[in-house]
């Protein structure tokens, strides 16, 4: 930790400060410049709460060097995590699509978008059976009954399934259907059923939550990572900010960003970022290019009406031709879809 001293800080608030950084266990490097005082706080403290400092005479700032967060941190695992579910391995060169309908909503519509996701060399079945809506009147999911339709559609045509979790009574029915356990951006800070999750064998997809800073998000992860669940990736889904011609702002950034501070896969969701059909082909591209190990994308065959999230549902050809341009984008970068 670094403290910076006010320019008029007084000997006796610099002396209490250092004194009050030695009695938490800290050792102390003072560096005296001509304007201010600067204290080197050596000791590794991830719960010690900054504010603490802040808040003594005489002190101007404070800066956290180490980050809080250790096992999603890079270097805990410099090489990247590999995910390995069956035949599929996520956090290599090797992009992984997760594709499907955002709900699940009959056995027709989960077989028809399923073969049109094998058939676009897709390794993943995506939909929800358990849908957090933001209105208590809009379609809630299929619930079992949906986990038995996508389970059997993705088997039919050699899938992985991912589909969301949304509280922890939910957490042993959903493993006998699941491969991934996906956590939606509105329980990112659900730390009880995350603690759960960490118990189980299967991994985690985690969503950022609608306005969580990175840190937050990769704290987030460190819950299911300290139950002892290693199978865990992250999704940007996009965040709010003040935009209003996008549902989201996709946050591109965190993609190359996340990479450099976690080891843990990042996935990207255009669908959801943007909330658009005409927007999700560009964003799709833009994400391949800034380095994502995968991408979530909602499809539908009639999304005119589709039970949720229609508008940014591509239909199937667009996404097939989609997938065409990605290729290429992936290989410009050394990797493959
Ligand atoms: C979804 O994947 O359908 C979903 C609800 O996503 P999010 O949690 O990102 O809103
Ligand atoms: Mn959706």
Redesign the pocket.
Known sequence: MIVILNNKASDKQIDDVIKYLEDYGFQIHKSVGVERTILGAIGVKPNFDIRKIKILDGVADVYRITAPYKLANRSFNEDGTKINIKDVEIGNDQLVLMVGP??IESEKQIFTLAEVVAKSGAKIL?G?AF??RSSPYSFQGMGEEGLKLIRAAADEYNLLVIT?VMQIDHIDLIHKYTDIY?V????MQNFSLLKELGKTDKPVML??G?SALIEEWLMSAEYILAGGNKNVML?E??IRTFEKYTRNTFDLSAIPIVHKKSHLPVIA?P??ATGLRDQVPPMARAAVAAGADGL?I?IHNDPENAF??GPQALLPDTYLSLIQELKLIANAIGREI
């Open positions: 955002c709900s995506r929800g849908k957090p969301e996906q939606g951006a509105r329980n969503k950022r609608l999704c889904r996009g969701d669908s959801h979530m909602e949720s999230d």
